[in-house]
């Protein structure tokens, strides 16, 4: 199964898949600036655009350009800033 | 604008959104085997899973694992087979 996921009023969107190690979605982000929550420790691969990220315990924001990955603890939150619309591959792991 | 398509019953779903240099999507692909029409040149990259692909006036199957990418012209067909749930960036340029 294909999940369809969509978060602050529509402007992230994500479908979610399973893979051997662990779920997976891909998305998209509008421009602007977004919170998430974690539940689960998530890696997080920018795939085409830009996200600009405030990581847990960081006070500057650093970005992230198409090919780069950061990575989020679970139980935590983190800020990302998008001034394209940006695709992104998560894997919770 | 994000927008949500789906093909083949479900088992294959995108998002579509603009860049600079032209469209995309990300999506996913259940298991199975699907045959694609292109309007435009599309450069398809595999995000995470595998895809194996018959691409136009080819014979034989080729396999496309994550961080690998094919292209396939305008106004042809393409087959693309996986055998486990795959993402993909397709870019339209």
Same mark, same amino acid.
């Given at each position: 199964?294909?999940?369809?996921? #969509? $978060?602050?009023? +529509?402007?992230?969107?994500?479908?979610? $898949?399973?893979?051997?190690?662990?779920?997976?979605?891909? +998305?998209?982000?509008?421009?602007?600036? !977004?919170?998430?929550?974690?539940?689960?420790?998530?890696?997080?691969?920018?795939?085409?655009?830009?996200?600009?990220?405030?990581?847990?315990? #960081?006070?500057?924001?650093?970005?992230?350009?198409?090919?780069?990955?950061?990575?989020?603890?679970?139980?935590?939150?983190?800020?990302?800033?998008?001034?394209?619309?940006?695709?992104?591959?998560? #894997? !919770?792991?």
């Amino acid at each position: 199964m294909i999940t369809e996921n #969509q $978060y602050f009023d +529509g402007n992230v969107k994500s479908l979610g $898949y399973e893979t051997a190690e662990g779920k997976s979605t891909v +998305g998209v982000i509008n421009p602007g600036e !977004y919170e998430f929550g974690t539940a689960n420790k998530e890696i997080m691969h920018v795939v085409e655009g830009e996200l600009i990220a405030l990581l847990p315990n #960081q006070t500057e924001w650093k970005s992230f350009k198409s090919g780069t990955s950061f990575e989020v603890e679970a139980n935590s939150s983190f800020k990302v800033r998008a001034e394209v619309q940006t695709a992104y591959l998560c #894997q !919770y792991r």
